[in-house]
């Protein structure tokens, strides 16, 4: 019986420090930083496994994401990252299986969903900011292990009889890797089709000289020299960064978050849950003035600047809603206070993007409107006069599953575009969502980027921008009907629904991953020779064999 | 209990003519056929459901397939087809509902599958052989019958207060639209995400002006002028065809198989089934003697001509072991005869691809190997002395999951390429099987078709045209070894594997509808909201409303 869920492990927060991680050391020495991966057999989220050989959960991973964006913002003078592990002979054995085995579907989706989403920050980092990453595997790197070596540059593996690279979902689990290996195998790797089909049904793996023959690993190093191999290709990958040479970085204080049974609060972004309709509302305020707009200062304003304190409380809202509120189906997503601000904010952005803090503020805008495109929820913008649904903050409407806008008879009801709507912050198919939204009419994202100033309701939609427009008349049965009928709706039809539609045109190693690999894995999580009594995630450590009803799907 | 499955349903056979449609009506007037659909309730593939108001099950579809099939070979002359339907008021209700609740999952999602590649058939023949589609829409037109339209170039609906075109699948039987629908909207019709978002929850539809401006039809005719706006565009549409001006065709005459409980003999294939091993071994036979050279040659052999006969009676192997022989998990593949036969017919296809027939010919061998790339089943080529693994039918260990070459101490092993893998017969994402094979390394592609004459064992293996080429010693293990160890894993994780290592670099329509839209629909097929107790689609047709477990995933 799987127990393992939101509703057992309670209530989960995404914060952590350094100081406080259990499972990674973080180290530095001047352009190069080591993250060690040192997991705490007895200090998984739940009492119901133990987290042997370096294998990992959820609370694991929070750590490694967390490492990763203090990386980002609170040190710039790091060029290079080693992983690595300082378990003897063991570099990491994947996520935990007694975790899976004893996880809901629910539960098992949304670990891979976030782990999913921390290697790719990995890979944002190196192609974004200068911050590459070097897998040092000083052991057995298997299965979630080698999918996180996977999403690092380069992968250096030692050369003994013992250390191997293996994918052993499919031989061992009946599932299949669900952290992106298969498709970067085959996609970033380039490792051949067949040879991929070999190494993903052979449970010990490829070791040695045939690793980086079939492009597994970039390099072997046998145990005597492998440290001096490591530092000499770290040095030599953090040589090609453009970060700065010195800090200091900013530091990422604890959120300013009240959180209570049904409400978080935070100091821009409110996020209140209505149960009884399985609705949430979810708010964003605009800056009360104007941000700070000089380099120095915006190093000094730190966590405080605005568009990166707005988007760091959106993101944690969006993460806990994820995992902590399976039952919200909807959220209906508003936008509040003086657009000009947010308009304001975005000059700042815009004219300071190739400062490295301003460059890791936008980096960080996009990947929490991409947790919001990948997140399994409804979103409805809803936009009233007062509303800030402005340049960056308009991303929200456009990144919702619909708009709804007021038209408003006294015109007080705007919206509007900025340079942000025109690139700094695309989706994961590579398209900004205006050019998403208006698939093979590239004329209408230039017209209506060359609008000037804001868009009344009948100019928005006539332009596109919003869904609907009721007149005030209409407006409050319009939009409580729409967020009613939607609750009612399948959840299951939905996701599949909206996981579809979102993602129009272009496929990217990251929508092949939430598209194509997550999806057949979540069906595969579902299967009974998986894990029905007698399939093979529930029959593995046992004295019992698997299983299998052998027809073919 | 769903009962619908290929073992009640029992052998299927999925030849027809239009003599035996029992749903489907063909009609000519010169460049335009209609192809209309007149669904028997009766005559469905079980007694389980009637197929009332035009929905339809396999066997309907089966009958599409045959039509379209014989348009493009026996009628040149024809260079438009309208799709419509007989019934009045009433263009075609989908998938019957029933059908669906009474399946398997197997049976499901192999209905699925099939009615997918009929749609791509029709968009294939459109965007190859000039053979456009015109979806004449005389009445309601909800779900599977919409994305038939969809699958047309172009869609005219009747203006009038009944008729509307919809994707009810999500709001009324909790499922997604799972044959196109979903990715055709946004990808293919370029309807905005929201309005998409709009559509696909709306059980009753769009219907008039307004489905023409959110771009679901491209135009909307009272019924008083229905029928002239139809011919009128129909003969818009044929005048751009680049087909013969007048006939004839070739007769698809019935293919000549020998069947047997575990053993199909056809004239130039066999495919010969161990249940007990769960094993299936294909052989494709070389032509025996040079093929017709001349398109008038090409033209009075017809059906008999080797490419177009091989290729009709594999395809009719890989939809029979698909939808018969479910519990049949790896094809062993053979290619045998002389490959100079096959080169001299590939030089032949190659010099006159120019010709409606051999063009015919040419996307019929592509589309047939389409299926074997889209067949969940593991596929392993072997390669032997006496193999005539050259130019197309090389195709089929490139196909494959893995090839194994015998590395014969007497020289007499050896593969070919020909033009054929170079170019005219494109996997679904758009590139070669060499150049998925070699994706990001295209000079391997160019280096292996630069090579003049055939490959021996070694010099296969280092172009990395084979897998594996075991000298005698190791030979019969090796290969013995590799077949029992894919038979013993798990049935579902070999599919999401396979469906994953396959189709590696861009993703198209096609991909983006069998690797995302499918396997969110696999999914969906199997949750309880949609298939228990009180899931939607059980719950369909019955005084019971649908109970949803709320939970997001």
Chains 1, 2 share one sequence.
Not at 200 to 213: F, N
Not at 251 to 268: G, I, R, V
Not at 292 to 315: C, K, M, N
Not at 332 to 341: M, R, S, W
Request: proline share 5%; net charge negative; charged share 25%.
């Amino acid at each position: 019986m799987a127990t393992i869920a939101s509703r057992t492990i309670g209530p989960l927060s995404f914060e952590t420090h350094p100081q406080r991680y259990r499972h990674w050391k973080l180290a530095f020495d001047g352009p190069i930083a080591t993250l060690s991966m040192d997991v705490q057999e007895d200090a998984g989220l739940s009492p119901d496994y133990k987290l042997k050989l370096n294998s990992y959960d959820l609370g694991v991973d929070i750590e490694l994401a967390d490492a990763i964006q203090r990386l980002r913002f609170e040190h710039p003078e790091v060029h290079a990252v080693v992983v690595t592990s300082l378990k003897e002979r063991i570099f990491c054995a994947g996520a935990n299986i007694f975790m899976l085995r004893g996880s809901t579907h629910a539960w098992k989706v949304n670990f891979c969903k976030f782990t999913n989403e921390t290697r790719l920050a990995m890979e944002d980092a190196s192609a974004h900011s200068g911050l590459a990453f070097l897998a040092a595997l000083n052991g057995i790197c298997a299965g979630g292990g080698y999918e996180l070596a996977l999403a690092c540059d380069e992968i250096l593996l030692v050369d003994d009889s013992n250390s191997a690279v293996s994918l052993p979902e499919t031989p061992l689990l009946g599932v299949l890797p669900g952290t992106g290996g298969l498709t970067r195998v085959v996609d970033k790797r380039k490792v051949r089709r067949d040879l991929a089909d070999v190494f993903g049904t052979l449970a010990e793996g490829v070791k040695g000289k045939r690793a980086v023959e079939w492009g597994l690993v970039d390099a072997v190093a046998p145990a005597s020299r492998f440290k001096d191999a490591v530092a000499a290709r770290a040095a030599e990958l953090a040589a090609k960064s453009d970060r700065p040479a010195t800090g200091l970085g900013i530091a990422l204080k604890p959120l300013a978050l009240e959180a209570s049974a049904d409400h978080l609060e935070y100091s821009t972004v409110s996020l209140a849950i209505d149960r009884a309709k399985r609705v949430a509302t979810l708010v964003v305020r605009a800056p009360i003035e104007p941000v700070e707009s000089t380099p120095d200062a915006i190093v000094a304003a730190g966590d405080q600047f605005w568009p990166l304190r707005a988007f760091r409380e959106l993101d944690d809202a969006i993460l806990r809603l994820r995992v902590n509120e399976p039952e919200i189906g909807t959220v209906v997503v508003k936008a509040e206070g003086d657009p000009t601000l947010v308009l304001q904010a975005d000059d700042v952005l815009l004219a300071h993007q190739s400062h490295w803090l301003v460059r890791e503020v936008v980096h960080f805008i996009k990947r929490t409107l991409k947790r919001v495109d990948l997140s399994a929820r409804s979103f409805f913008a809803v936009i009233e006069p007062g509303n800030a649904f402005a340049g960056t903050l308009f991303e929200l409407a456009l990144a919702a599953d619909r708009s709804y806008m007021l038209d408003d008879p006294d015109g007080r009801n705007a919206i509007q575009l900025s340079g942000m709507n025109a690139g700094p912050l695309p989706m994961s198919n590579g398209l900004t969502r205006l050019a998403t939204r208006f698939y093979g009419a590239p004329e209408k994202v230039a017209e209506a980027l060359a609008h000037d100033g804001p868009f009344d309701p009948r100019q928005a939609l006539d332009a596109g921008l919003v869904t609907f427009a009721p007149d005030e008349i209409d407006w409050d049965d319009e939009v409580r009907l729409a967020v009613e009928s939607r609750a009612a709706l399948s959840p299951d039809a939905l996701t599949g629904m909206e996981a579809n539609l979102r993602f129009v045109g272009p496929e990217t190693l990251e929508t092949k991953i939430f598209g194509r690999l997550s999806a057949w894995q979540n069906w595969i999580f579902q299967r009974p020779n998986a894990v029905g009594p007698k399939g093979a995630l529930t029959s593995y450590g046992s004295a019992d064999r698997a299983e299998f009803e052998f027809g073919r799907t």
